[in-house]
């Protein structure tokens, strides 16, 4: 989901209610900055250091590779004593005093990757407490305490609750769940104006309550309503697309609006999933991939909520649906992830592993690998074990001459310095197509 930062949408929690640039480049710190041995990417973490990290962190896990545990250090050296995370801390030693600025979505990134790396419990356990304690009365969360829920901010969290064994349903806050949030942020089907929008999340709602379709915001919430994670694992193959009735979803009285999006009398989460699935399943039907524009500039393709759009429709409908934008994604992400650095190489991971892809073989390149060598050499793979006890007993690999078993040879030991880079997909606000 996406749920990914660029430098100048962090900078504040008002920027967060802009519309931020479809590309952002993070400053590169000056020749004396020295940067964290521990740290993942080698451009300025000031907006992004707990974020990019915990997405590394949370990607390795997500392909049995174990993190160095300086890397681990590193983030745990980040949290609070009330156990939330900001953005980046370039002092951990001191007391988070006024002037920290900590944040619901770095906090919940971080939940979700030390509960994949394990043994931090104490430390998962302060956060998700802490998330709690700043819940909105809406049932959501905005990017900074005590702001306006917004779409992506509750489904990062709602994947941090999930990952810590708590059931997002029951963290309720003046009775409201971060369901009840996520729902008021969904447009109808059949709604005059909506246009295109059918089915969508709104990001928030405009100063006069109207909501806008917004296809980051819809990746990230219909992850969010499914109550999965950052890692989301496909789903059965499109139990609710809604092409008949409304009675998959509870109701014995549902509007097809001639756009895959049903209009119920009592929209659930599953059939709000399945609304914002069809939005973005339209979206990149032609395509096969999102865009986004900066002002007065054309169109072109957005490579990171792509990449959340196929975890989004995955999670949704089965790898299957989310298989024309994957293939997209492998013939033109690369580059794009390469300048992005471990967040970027991190989604596109998470996007192979819901879509069902190979992430070491992914359009010829070994995503794996290629993350690894952004930060400190993890420890060896399970993959990597996998070849070497082969080897140790003389069995021979058959990769049927083609070379195709070369992907696991990742080798803990071949991080090749840091990337080139930080060059992230921002968070658009506001209409996306």
């Not at 119920?264 to 914002?276: I, K, Y």
């Not at 390149?365 to 080897?391: C, F, I, M, S």
Request: aromatic letters at 6%; glycine letters at 14%.
């Amino acid at each position: 989901m996406n749920v990914r930062r660029s430098a100048a949408a962090l900078a504040t929690a008002g920027v967060l209610a802009a519309a931020a640039p479809a590309l952002a480049a993070s400053p590169s710190p000056s020749p004396s900055a020295v940067l964290p041995s521990g740290l993942y990417g080698d451009s300025d973490p000031k907006y992004d250091g707990v974020w990019r990290q915990s997405l590394a962190l949370l990607a390795q896990r997500t392909v049995s590779v174990t993190p160095a545990a300086k890397a681990v250090d590193w983030l745990t050296g980040q949290q609070c004593a009330s156990g939330a995370f900001a953005a980046f801390r370039a002092e951990p030693a001191g007391a988070c005093d006024a002037k920290v600025m900590t944040d619901t979505n770095s906090t919940a990134a971080a939940v979700q990757a030390l509960v994949a790396v394990g043994g931090h419990e104490d430390a998962t356990g302060k956060a998700v407490t802490w998330l709690k304690s700043v819940q909105n009365k809406d049932g959501g969360w905005g990017y900074a305490p005590g702001g306006a829920s917004d779409a992506n901010s509750t489904a990062v969290v709602i994947g941090a609750l999930a990952a810590a064994g708590e059931r997002p349903a029951e963290v309720a806050k003046g009775g409201r769940s971060p369901y009840d949030a996520l729902l008021k942020l969904a447009l109808p089907c059949t709604r005059a104006g909506t246009g295109d929008g059918a089915g969508a999340f709104a990001y928030q709602p405009d100063k006069k309550g109207a909501l806008a379709a917004n296809a980051d915001a819809t990746a990230a919430a219909v992850v969010g309503v499914l109550g999965a994670g950052l890692d989301a694992k496909a789903g059965k193959p499109d139990q609710t697309s809604g092409t008949e009735s409304g009675k998959e979803s509870g109701t014995e009285s549902g509007k097809e609006s001639g756009t895959g999006c049903v209009d119920s009398d009592r929209l659930t989460p599953e059939r709000a999933a399945a609304n914002g699935a069809s939005y973005l399943a339209r979206a990149v039907a032609e395509d096969g991939h999102l865009t986004s524009a900066l002002a007065g500039a054309p169109e072109q393709p957005d490579y990171g909520n792509t990449a959340d759009a196929v975890v989004a429709l995955a999670a949704q409908g089965g790898a299957q649906r989310a298989a024309k934008p994957l293939a997209w994604l492998e013939k033109n992400a690369v580059a794009w992830a390469k300048q992005s650095g471990p967040a970027g190489y991190a989604q596109l991971i998470f996007a192979a592993h819901a879509a069902g892809a190979d992430p070491r073989d992914f359009g010829g390149t070994d995503l794996v690998r290629a993350l690894n060598a952004t930060g400190p050499a993890p420890q060896t793979d399970e993959a990597t074990k996998a070849t070497k006890t082969a080897d140790a007993s003389g069995e021979k690999k058959d990769d049927g001459g083609s070379g195709a078993g070369l992907w696991w040879m990742v080798g803990a030991g071949l991080a090749a310095g840091a990337g080139i880079g930080f060059l992230l997909s921002g968070r658009r606000k506001q209409q996306q197509l």
